[in-house]
């Protein structure tokens, strides 16, 4: 393409955009639909001195699964992929080394279930506090999620 046929589809382009008018002209594409998304992240008070739990949902909106690989946060030194698995009476936690999203699904990171647990902690976090935590993907995505810490008894 000339660098005038070039700059002339570029006016076009633009002409187009503004022809709209508005600030919804061009919508986003909207990220939730199209990849990985984290949702309704949640930390929870640490009940003990240096370990806290992590709960979400992460939904994959494209057609190829992706795998959790690792979590981390500046807010503690280590952060693992946790399930919990009932034995008869006993509650076991045992750890995970990724956690598959299906493709145009989702996984949920709940109480009893899977979560992710924060140990190390570099200070203590109180409810009313933000974690900044990273979410590495098989794929090489990484999202990041700002998470609310909340009181056990707050939890949903
Ligand atoms: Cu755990």
Same mark, same amino acid.
């Not at 919990?84 to 990724?98: C, K, L, N």
């Not at 979410?135 to 939890?155: E, I, K, M, N, Q």
């Given at each position: 393409?000339?660098?005038?046929?070039?700059?002339?589809?570029?006016?076009?382009?633009?002409?187009?955009?503004?022809?709209?008018?508005?600030?919804?002209?061009?919508?986003?594409?909207?990220?939730?639909?199209?990849?990985?998304?984290?949702?309704?992240?949640?930390?929870? /008070?640490? +009940?003990?001195?240096?370990? *806290?739990?992590?709960? %979400?949902?992460?939904?994959?909106?494209? @057609?190829?699964? =992706? &795998?959790?690989?690792?979590?981390?946060?500046?807010?503690?030194?280590?952060?693992?992929?946790?399930?919990?698995?009932?034995?008869?009476?006993?509650?076991?936690?045992?750890?995970?080394?990724?956690?598959?999203?299906?493709?145009?699904?989702?996984?949920?990171?709940?109480?009893?279930?899977?979560?992710?647990?924060?140990? /190390?902690? +570099?200070?203590?976090?109180? *409810?009313?506090?933000? %974690?900044?935590?990273?979410?590495?993907? @098989?794929?090489? =995505? &990484?999202?990041?999620?700002?998470?609310?810490?909340?009181?056990?008894?707050?939890?949903?």
């Amino acid at each position: 393409m000339s660098l005038a046929a070039r700059a002339t589809a570029t006016g076009l382009a633009l002409a187009a955009a503004s022809a709209c008018g508005g600030g919804d002209a061009v919508p986003d594409i909207d990220a939730a639909a199209t990849g990985i998304s984290i949702h309704q992240a949640i930390a929870v /008070e640490p +009940v003990l001195d240096d370990v *806290a739990a992590l709960y %979400l949902t992460i939904r994959n909106g494209g @057609a190829e699964e =992706d &795998t959790l690989l690792a979590v981390r946060t500046g807010s503690a030194g280590r952060a693992e992929i946790h399930d919990q698995v009932r034995d008869g009476e006993m509650v076991h936690m045992r750890s995970r080394e990724y956690v598959v999203v299906p493709a145009n699904g989702a996984v949920v990171f709940a109480p009893g279930g899977l979560h992710v647990m924060l140990m /190390e902690l +570099v200070q203590p976090f109180a *409810a009313g506090d933000t %974690l900044v935590v990273d979410f590495h993907f @098989a794929s090489g =995505d &990484t999202r990041t999620a700002r998470v609310p810490v909340v009181t056990y008894g707050d939890l949903p």
